[in-house]
């Protein structure tokens, strides 16, 4: 079966530990994570999971159950599809030599990213997007080389009814 | 009122009704003892933590309530972990409180200090750190709750010496709600409407039954809607009981050492009814040639046993009593009448299936263990409880002794825990007191706990171990045998203790038979003794589980005697 990108989302108790149940339910039963972030909701006795996995149809099944049999998660959502937003952030080390400096920065410009860093052999640049839009900028800046890079993994939310 | 966490942990455990706490004592809680002391709970003091776990295990499975257990941080705590894995397996409530150092020296690396959390995160259906004295009531009352309700399972609640120690004011916790933690017990009603019309349709209907239907108490409505609707029952080792095993309908366990006709029934079947089910790898054989004709209705409470392992028709999510209850009153007996005739054709396959390949041994002038629990089943009417340790021993019991009742087999399924049987065995005398209680051992699996046979002197529980000599270990030896050439590695077990002089060193009653016409007589004395007993027997060392399903195969594919 057809392995696909899964986003799963969850609201979870806000106690010590429960990354650790969501976490260990994936290395145990051999479930695949490729992203993972997670912080506190609106209501501090929550916190918001959102974990990308790769999977075919009867392991996101499993997941999904898995995931809502643990005693402290509240509500799992899948999140795949056009229903939900997804947005990931990025901060870029890419090196600044002289001749490169101006095209950096027209791209920075056409990929509405910011600067947040500036030395005299490099920028660091913030960006968020959707995985297009990271994908087709780290290409663009690869050929100027790309000293360091941390990506946040995907976030989620649904759409609301219009 | 300010109380101490001890004294608070006492209260917690007179509003569950705990009557009785399996444990072992330690630096850690040794506060939790001098409380405990004080009240009216029973203590049996194990001589290990691994049997502190199992007796609670087996006290739970018998009297169906929640089995509690108490040790020491470190040690004690990861001694409970094979315990409390097996129990998780087998969905068993349990709550296993554990001593922790105090809350000042945790991450200290401090003497008798283990992250027993962490490390029974994946083995509990949950558990608890106490880090306030305060939450303490709350904390116990929510293990217990957990632990009974839903799919039951054990629940661990660590709590470190000072949290024992510390005063706090004490109020009477609230009813447990958990937003996050709301089992389903209702089935859906249409999905029991399909499943009605599948049965009454059906021509070589099969109900396959679990761990689940005894969990949930629903064997008499499983034996009202076989006899109703005529379908022939099979169940897992799990659910043996959970159908009477002398009834025309049963046909005995299925799976890899199941009877050839329950095998040959779920090739065959057009429908199965499969109830508190998991379709574990020792059920199914090579899934997808599982019951390949069938189409599967799945009726458990857990949601994440339903398409694990095999594809399901109906998925029906809910407590098994209330969906056997509603299923019973959906069926249309009218329906089911010109039914009966064409199931007829069904009924006479499965009888033939029954007299090609019964259950049988050839029996020789050496003892063959089959004759053992053969005779063991006739002595006591089918009505002792009977706890098993696991491999050749747990499987012939589980073919020869016939359960008519639920919570009277009590063995390790899912994790198949050697050294599980002896244990749990007091536990299950200490709940049942006027229960014959029977372990059925082999030579290698009883020395995994035997300590414990200095906790049924002193406790008194009049358990008889009976113990299938035959100095290997047996299903291992039995694989090497059948898959590996006979080349025997490490399986051989020559150099064991004699068993009577053990049974008489530890103050128990040891006996011994060597040929068959001593069989009885032994098991006579043994069941008639009033204490502790451990009865040796010499059987034929090469007797292999029969039928038997190699790995990975069909289960239609059967090795037979």
């Given at each position: 079966m057809k392995e696909e990108k899964h986003i799963f989302s969850m609201l979870v108790d806000?106690?010590?530990?429960v990354l650790s149940r969501v976490v260990g339910l994936f290395s145990g039963r051999d479930f695949n994570i490729d992203s993972l972030c997670v912080a506190e909701t609106l209501d501090p006795e929550v916190s918001r999971i959102t974990i990308v996995s790769r999977a075919d149809a009867p392991i996101v099944e499993q997941i999904e159950k898995q995931l809502n049999k643990?005693?402290?998660?509240?509500k799992i959502r899948?999140?795949?599809?056009?229903?939900a937003v997804k947005r990931e952030m990025a901060l870029i080390c890419v090196k600044a030599k002289a001749q490169h400096r101006a095209e950096i920065l027209r791209i920075v410009d056409i990929f509405r990213c910011k600067v947040v860093d500036v030395g005299p052999g490099h920028y660091i640049l913030e960006v968020t997007g959707d995985e297009g839009k990271l994908a087709a900028l780290l290409n663009l800046l690869k050929p100027m080389g790309i000293k360091k890079i941390a990506r946040t993994g995907p976030i989620a939310l649904f759409r609301e009814p219009n | 009122m300010k109380l101490t966490g001890a004294q608070i942990l006492m209260k917690a455990f007179a509003d569950e009704k705990v009557d009785t706490i399996f444990g072992y004592p330690g630096g850690a809680v040794i506060d939790i003892y001098d409380e405990l002391i004080k009240t009216d709970i029973r203590h049996v003091l194990v001589r290990h933590e691994q049997g502190a776990v199992h007796a609670a295990d087996g006290y739970a499975r018998v009297s169906g309530r929640v089995g509690v257990c108490l040790v020491t941080s470190g040690p004690g705590a990861t001694n409970t972990v094979t315990g409390i894995a097996s129990a998780y397996m087998d969905s068993i409530p349990l709550v296993v409180i554990t001593g922790q150092v105090p809350t000042h020296l945790i991450g200290n690396d401090a003497f008798q200090e283990v992250d027993i959390v962490g490390i029974t995160r994946p083995c509990t259906k949950h558990n608890y750190l106490v880090k306030r004295t305060e939450d303490l009531a709350t904390v116990i009352k929510q293990a217990f709750h957990i632990a009974r309700s839903g799919r039951p399972g054990p629940v661990l609640v660590d709590i470190p010496k000072d949290i024992a120690n510390n005063k706090a004011a004490y109020t009477p916790p609230p009813p447990v709600d958990l937003p996050s933690y709301r089992p389903n017990y209702r089935p859906n009603q249409k999905q029991l409407q399909r499943v009605a019309k599948l049965i009454e349709r059906a021509e070589r209907p099969l109900v396959f039954v679990g761990g689940g239907v005894i969990l949930s108490g629903a064997s008499q409505d499983l034996v009202e809607l076989a006899r109703k609707a005529q379908m022939p029952v099979t169940a897992s080792l799990m659910g043996l009981?959970?159908?009477?095993?002398?009834?025309?309908?049963w046909l005995g366990m299925i799976g890899m050492h199941g009877t050839y006709r329950a095998n040959m029934a779920a090739g065959a079947c057009d429908l199965m009814i499969s109830v508190g089910v998991r379709f574990d790898d020792r059920v199914t054989g090579k899934t997808d040639t599982f019951a390949p004709q069938a189409k599967i209705v799945h009726i458990d409470i857990d949601p994440t046993s339903i398409r694990k392992n095999v594809p399901v028709a109906i998925p029906v999510v809910g407590d098994c009593k209330l969906a056997l209850e509603q299923l019973n009153q959906l069926i249309d007996t009218q329906q089911m009448e010109g039914l009966a005739t064409r199931r007829k054709k069904w009924f006479a396959r499965i009888e033939h299936w029954k007299n090609t390949n019964p259950l049988a041994y050839r029996q020789k002038d050496t003892i063959k263990p089959q004759f053992v629990i053969e005779k063991l089943f006739e002595l006591t009417h089918g009505d002792a409880i009977v706890t098993t340790e696991v491999g050749q021993n747990q499987m012939w019991a589980a073919q020869f002794y016939h359960f008519n009742a639920p919570n009277r087999f009590v063995t390790s399924g899912g994790?198949?825990?050697?050294?599980?049987?002896l244990p749990a065995a007091i536990g299950a005398q200490i709940a049942c007191p006027d229960a014959l209680v029977v372990d059925v051992a082999g030579d290698g699996s009883i020395q995994m706990n035997i300590q414990e046979m200095a906790t049924a002197v002193q406790c008194q529980t009049p358990i008889k171990v009976v113990i299938l000599n035959n100095c290997y270990l047996g299903m291992v030896r039995q694989w090497q045998e059948l898959?590996?050439?006979?080349?025997?590695?490490?399986?051989?077990?020559?150099?064991?203790?004699d068993f009577v002089k053990l049974a008489e060193a530890y103050g128990a009653l040891g006996l011994r038979a060597t040929r068959p016409e001593e069989v009885e007589a032994v098991l006579r004395k043994g069941i008639e003794t009033p204490a502790p007993v451990i009865m040796d027997f010499a059987v034929d060392r090469e007797e292999c589980v029969y039928p038997m399903v190699p790995a990975g195969a069909p289960i239609t594919e059967m090795l037979l005697v």
């Open positions: 806000n106690v010590p530990g643990l005693v402290n998660v509240r899948d999140l795949t599809g056009p229903k | 009981g959970a159908f009477p095993g002398t009834d025309p309908l994790l198949g825990t050697m050294g599980f049987g898959f590996y050439d006979r080349r025997y590695a490490c399986t051989c077990m020559d150099c064991a203790p």
